[in-house]
């Protein structure tokens, strides 16, 4: 009984593509984020949305586009895709964004850009 | 601007030890700091969740301390057996960051038979 699924797991395309990742967790919580994890295991936060709303957006190129359609789902849409791009990226939940929520995490999306 | 450091980076010891897996922080101003393991190839599992007003937190074998004012925090791994074998993360939030975390850099730790 998945918590926090991703789809796809893994994605390898061609730079300048269009790509998408999606995000949808069964736990009604009514926050989610997306994650970043680089070749060398850092893990930074790129946005995160409340429900429906987004409420953390870091420095992020304008390439990378996350959508809310409801506060279960939130989709990572990445433009003309760079080989920088290549790493894992993760989606995440939590009850709400208050302090006293653990955030529970999917099993991640390999990107690689060739 | 936050910045969260543990030490060792890689850390191999024997099934049965006791050990301690350390995290540092910049900021003292922090809501809540949360221990994580990542397998290889999968994501993140929550293990600890420390508010700011606690010293520590346990379940089953580990233990998280907290101590704000130093900046540090550790997590101790009672008994440990292979399937502790994984990365430990540290991730502190902010105050008023509104549930942005911080992760620290990781420890690798191998538990061998």
């Known amino acids: 009984d998945t918590a926090v699924s991703q789809t796809p797991k893994y994605l390898v395309t061609q730079m300048g593509n269009d790509k998408s990742i999606k995000c949808e967790q069964n736990?009604?919580?009514?926050?989610m984020y997306w994650y970043k994890q680089d070749s060398k295991k850092f893990l930074k936060i790129m946005f995160s949305y409340n429900n429906k709303e987004l409420i953390i957006n870091e420095t992020v190129p304008n390439r990378f586009s996350p959508k809310s359609p409801d506060k279960a789902h939130l989709n990572l849409h990445i433009n003309s895709l760079e080989l920088g791009d290549s790493a894992v990226y993760f989606c995440a939940s939590s009850q709400d964004f208050a302090s006293t929520y653990e955030q529970y995490f999917g099993p991640g999306t390999r990107l690689t850009v060739t | 601007k936050q910045e969260v450091t543990q030490i060792p980076a890689a850390l191999s010891v024997p099934e049965g030890e006791n050990l301690v897996l350390n995290c540092s922080f910049t900021d003292s101003a922090i809501y809540n700091l949360q221990w994580f393991r990542q397998d290889p190839g999968k994501g993140l599992t929550s293990l600890l969740l420390?508010?700011?007003?606690?010293r520590e937190q346990t379940s089953g074998r580990l233990n998280a301390s907290l101590d704000k004012s130093s900046g540090r925090s550790t997590l101790y791994i009672a008994a440990s057996q292979p399937g502790d074998s994984a990365t430990y993360l540290c991730a502190v939030q902010l105050t008023g960051t509104a549930s942005k975390l911080t992760f620290g850099t990781g420890t690798r730790l191998q538990v061998t038979l």
């Open positions: 736990l009604g919580h009514d926050t």
């Open positions: 420390i508010q700011s007003s606690q």
